[in-house]
Nanobody
Framework: VQLQASGGGLVQAGESLRLSCALSGRTARSYSMSWFRQAPGKHREFVAT????????YYGDFVKGRFTISRDDDKNMVYLQLNTLKPEDTAVYSC????????????????????WGQGTLVTVSS
């Protein structure tokens, strides 16, 4: 399984971006998919999960309705819509996949994921 994240860039505060993650090698519908981010000098942070089969979503506490995760299993794609971006959202955003589904507490743990994409940089200027 390979994951390829894209869609990052430089935007101003308040603007939006849509990140994409393409899964190849297997069918995406068998995987729960998540986004994590890592800012310079900080630990990796859970952003969002969309579970396989049910499509149930979980979000990090900081999201507060600004981000939306979605998936298109026919296209083997997962998306992360980022709205009302803030300078503190600046980070490398990475997608991850695991052939399982569980509670939010479990899904936000990066160690459960088998596959990771290379990340895409989001920079938000003030």
């Amino acid at each position: 399984v390979q994951l390829q994240a894209s869609g990052g860039g430089l935007v101003q505060a308040g603007e939006s971006l849509r990140l994409s993650c393409a899964l190849s090698g297997r069918t995406a519908r068998s995987y729960s998919m998540s986004w994590f981010r890592q800012a310079p000098g900080k630990h990796r942070e859970f952003v969002a999960t969309i579970l396989r089969y049910s499509g149930v979503t979980y979000y990090g506490d900081f999201v507060k309705g600004r981000f939306t995760i979605s998936r298109d299993d026919d296209k083997n794609m997962v998306y992360l819509q980022l709205n009302t971006l803030k300078p503190e959202d600046t980070a490398v955003y990475s997608c991850a996949a695991v052939m399982a589904e569980s509670s939010r507490d479990i899904m936000q743990n990066p160690t459960i994921y088998n596959y990771w994409g290379q990340g895409t940089l989001v920079t938000v200027s003030s």
